[in-house]
């Protein structure tokens, strides 16, 4: 029960630093209060380009995988020939990837105004099975030049994770995989919603 409070806490709180926020603070504003109002990747990035936002990428990205080696480290490093996560090893590392996600979507050192945890889900997944996440790397970047947009190689690589996992990892791997993408969804439900109403507010 220690090592999976341990790993979950560690999860949530490096998931909720608000990498964003002051790279975001050098150019004169916050994140969360412009365009769409997410404090990640493509929004920053619409606002002071992709070079300039690339430390929050990268940032974001670490957390998951910061997250999934702790939970890795404390649980005995259980792994498959392969690299992906197993046995003894395989709950803790999903629930500190989880609670990084949560972290970053409702961050406590961010008033858990966060972001949609696209980029700290595929940082974990690169602890989880290394392999599927080599390919969809791979995906992402013939997605995006085949369609010249990234936007859409990175949904198609996302959601296309399951699958390339199934090639290295049993089923059940799989399902909590898809468990883990659906807390995004909860997310980006979440943001739709809170829009909504604000906009209702405004009208009334």
Known sequence: MVPLLVVVIGGYLLGSVPVAVPVCRVYGFDPREVGDRNPG????????????AMP??????FKGTLAGLLALVVSGLNTTDSGGVSGDSVVPVY???AAAMAGHAWP???GFRGGRSILTFVGGFAVI??????????????????????TIGARAGVFGIPPLQLLFA??????WTCLLIGLIGLRFGQAALTGRLERAGHRS
């Open 56 to 61: 929050v990428f990268v940032g974001d990205v």
């Open 170 to 175: 049993p089923v059940e791997h799989v399902a």
């Open 108 to 110: 406590v050192f961010a």
């Open 41 to 52: 990747f493509w929004n920053v990035q619409e606002r002071i380009g992709w070079q300039a």
């Open 129 to 150: 099975c290394p392999q599927g996440f080599l390919l969809g790397v791979a995906a992402v970047v013939a997605i995006s030049m085949a369609s010249r947009s990234f």
């Open 95 to 97: 629930l500190a990837v």
